[in-house]
């Protein structure tokens, strides 16, 4: 748990056509989720647990409080229509540009042409897999531009010719880029990943949230792991699901050692077995 | 503190040209906060202080708990950016229309004539208070009628061609209408309003705020007022002006009954005159 | 949905030897989160899901604002030790009984001698299955009741001699009873009940838990089986388990006959079929 | 705004008897303030603000957000009672030392002598300015040393017999030390020194607030300046008070000379007279 990374504020990754998102500080390490972890156990703790396994062991029981004591702030450059869903996110603290203080800058999101789907047939929320006839995603890409240019140089005459820019500004569309400044503690942020990185996310939410993972993963490599084991690749499956696996379930070899050998502590091993039993309980 | 003001759910009051906003539920009344102050005090309270000096002095003390215990739902149809302003504050809760799973409708606000003023000179966040040209504020309205028409056309055109609602909504401007749940305590609606009726705050949001001010007056009139008078229409100033308005209130009449005659209760003078007196141990 | 089970406010169900758990009061019903859902739906929405449908899947999808559209009010009177445990909910409301306005009355938590069970060997966090040796728990309880009556005598004794209420309180125990009203919406709701139900909560407060259970049933009847099926009683695997478990799996029969049987829906078994799906594509 | 101060990470500030607080970490500065604030301005902003007139601007109106992007981490020994107190600052990350989980330390409040005081007479929460008769006082004392050291025996005595820890600490005081890790960004901590520095707040916890007002004073000292000066000194008076104030304020010297010879900047000054002229528009 080094920071053999070397200090990674300031880091910057291009997002869509002109965001981006900057790692502008943090505070804490996976150290830090271990210190606030020992806490609890105090003088009573016997044995020092090895701190990859009791990042795991809190991820794994939901206890979220060490997590919260690592704290990310960014600043982050995104279209509108982002923004507002990123703000859905409540635990986090947002400094946006104003533009009532301010003129708004001159850009404007323009999806590439292969990201230029049809609506989901399955899926009412999202897009499809298979993109549109590309005359069709041309078209739409030339009006978006056109639309840009036009909206703006009428924005920026209204506001030379001395309306408030807060009213001058409501013609612009939802594709104009704003900033911020987002700071946000692990906890929260995993939550936020969790739901970003999903498949039902927005695409142009997904990369902003593809590149946090990045960061976020350099900052605490441990806790990352954890994350993705118990929570972004892991499965939930409801009571009636479940007895309905049962049955399939029942002859699995589940020593110690077939278990271990596919990467589990025997801490780990035992609670895996423990919910088996969960199952069989259930019927 | 009866409900002589009949039920209020279901009341609707239009706001801006499209919008409004509608009380769809509320928990609790003044007797609801009298009520959850009183588990304080329990069975070491000698006698019962009146209901209205009880919330008054809550309120003046940020003895905040008990107005939390009252809370509001409303059903509002508001223009995207009141609603980035208003999404700002978080500790609320909010389920929005989608543009993801839904078509957007060919609602859009356009202010009237007399809304469309000039940059403020005085305050760079707001608009001035003299209207601007009455030619540039029919140009200006021309220009987004003209826009909403065809940015909502070429909407329909692209969704009916099969591109996915979530991108071809991005062309749509933030003076779309949108809508929503929004459910808060009454604590945080003070906090809300007091920062939205502000003559700071733009002039659209605060239209909702004068309009949720008249509904949460008629639930809770006591706590009302109270806000009213402490929050609302006080004053704070700071240690420097303190001292320097020190002075000019030396001789002031602060007995009992020179500061009933203005409306205080005998509980409120003897704090004003401690606020009166720290004023003098400042220097 | 209908209210056939008549209005709960004020309903009470004792908790612990001396404690209780009083449903204020409660704003909405299923018909509210179906009602809030469908403000996402708009005009957008072809055909009307069944009711039942929505609610389960809204939760199954973490679709939870719908849920913080419901919202309870409960009065609790609990030992201390267990307020110290609720409290760390944060997304919630509270007005406790304070300890510095008025006196504390004599009434504290005595565990009944078949709780008083021995240290766990296998959880560090909780106790044993088995009892302790009767003669030990008697002691301990003599103890308590003795201590009880001593300090409450003393507190007493130096309250009259005035010594101040907030001082004077610093000797009484964690077993002492306080109260409060505490206000919470229906997905935090859920989420502290997913927590203190959890046989790792200590057993006191999974009594308040149980009983609060009852009460939301009532109120809630729809979304609490979508909770008992989708998060309480559900497992969540993680990538490594699911990568063992995958050959188990492989030759379930997953048609619609089959688990449309189990009481799957068509729309939750093609879910289901998905999810199995996602494992295949781990390994 | 330079880091002359050197670090303060690990400055640790003994409190009450046998408590204390410690910066563990934290995150940002007056010029974490500043960036933040400055996203909001971007191109628009023509002249640079100085950074302290800044700072007192946004602390003023307030413009609370830049303030959240500092965090501080502390780790705090307190008796449970204080940490009852503490606790009900919601926004804000805990991590406490489990009874559960850890044997709880040898380590109880004891007042001094002198902070024994009187039930006040005039404030029904709090203790007399003046102390109790000096018997009581050591009487109190003396009880609560021995009830330490018997319950404390007692307590270890049933964990040896292989009682739960869970259990067994439920006869343990108020005044028992617990610890925990406390993590809060400077906008919702300034909040919570403005009520725990107040002379209605419990002794106890404003001792832990002094020595925190001095860690975040060094840490971020000319938002501290502005916090005083606009927060923790100022004086709100209501609409009914302003009233009666008003006569008195009519001839004041409100020039810029009179007003910058106090410590106004000129914008200061000008904000000072607006207010002055609203409390004329208010009778």
Tied chains: 1, 2, 3, 4.
Excluded at 116 to 123: A, E, F, L, M, P
């Amino acid at each position: 748990m080094t920071d053999e990374m070397g200090d990674l504020r300031g880091k910057e990754i291009k997002v869509l056509d002109q965001g981006f998102i900057r790692l502008v500080d943090y505070m804490g390490s996976d150290d830090a989720i271990v210190e606030a972890a020992r806490v609890s156990y105090g003088i009573g703790t016997k044995k020092k647990r090895e701190d990859r396994g009791l990042i795991r062991y809190l991820l794994r029981h939901q206890h979220t409080t060490p997590f919260e004591m690592v704290e990310f702030k960014f600043h982050v450059k995104l279209p509108i229509f982002v923004a507002r869903q990123w703000i859905r996110h409540r635990t986090a603290n947002v400094n946006e540009y104003s533009g009532r203080y301010s003129v708004m800058e001159d850009q404007f999101y323009v999806p590439a042409l292969s990201e230029i789907k049809g609506q989901s047939t399955t899926n009412r929320q999202g897009r499809d897999e298979c993109e549109v006839d590309p005359e069709l995603a041309k078209t739409f890409v030339t009006f978006l531009n056109a639309t840009h240019r036009s909206l703006y140089d009428e924005y920026l005459r209204f506001v030379d010719a001395g309306i408030a820019r807060e009213i001058a500004r409501i013609g612009l569309p939802l594709s104009l880029y704003t900033q911020w400044y987002w700071k946000i503690d692990l906890h929260n942020l995993f939550h936020f990943l969790k739901l970003r990185l999903d498949e039902h996310a927005q695409a142009e939410i997904r990369e902003y949230a593809n590149a946090m993972s990045q960061m976020v993963k350099s900052v605490v490599p441990v806790a990352w792991e954890a994350f993705e084991d118990y929570q972004l690749k892991s499965l939930a499956f409801s009571a009636l699901e479940l007895r309905y696996l049962q049955n399939q379930l029942l002859d699995l070899d589940l020593s110690d050692e077939a278990l271990v050998a596919i990467g589990l502590s025997k801490g780990e091993a035992g609670e895996f077995r423990e919910k088996l039993n969960k199952i069989g309980k259930l019927s």
